[in-house]
Nanobody, 126 residues
Framework: QVVLQESGGGLVQAGGSLRLSCAAS????????LGWFRQAPGKEREFVAT????????SYVDSVKGRFTVSRDNAKNTGNLQMNSLRPEDTAVYYC???????????????????WGQGTQVTVSS
């Protein structure tokens, strides 16, 4: 059984930082792409970032470039999302997800990911 568990969310003031983690079990984590999505109240879930199985390649949505950094530790079956210079518009539930193969532009869509975590709330106050 594949399980993804996010942690590290919380309440932070604008300009602050948070580090989210995604602990994976039940799969060969090093073989999967790792992605992060977020969903704000009343909005659709949106792609935030992804990292390749080896960790060599990353991709971000424009709104977080230069502020967020995605990483992974395959030895620990863990992925991370370091979020700096947080803004109120970053407030959302953040989800991690994994995909077994390269999906290209389709990684932007929820349907392209194979397994999901339950999410962790990030709230940024102004």
């Amino acid at each position: 059984q594949v399980v993804l568990q996010e942690s590290g969310g919380g309440l932070v003031q604008a300009g602050g930082s948070l580090r989210l983690s995604c602990a994976a079990s039940g799969l060969t984590f090093s073989s999967y792409y790792l992605g992060w999505f977020r969903q704000a109240p009343g909005k659709e879930r949106e792609f935030v970032a992804t990292i390749s199985p080896s960790g060599e390649s990353t991709s971000y949505v424009d709104s977080v470039k230069g502020r967020f950094t995605v990483s992974r530790d395959n030895a620990k079956n863990t992925g991370n999302l370091q979020m700096n210079s947080l803004r109120p518009e970053d407030t959302a539930v953040y989800y991690c997800a994994v995909a077994a193969g390269w999906r290209g532009w389709k990684f932007l869509t929820q349907q392209s990911w194979d397994y999901w975590g339950q999410g962790t709330q990030v709230t940024v106050s102004s």
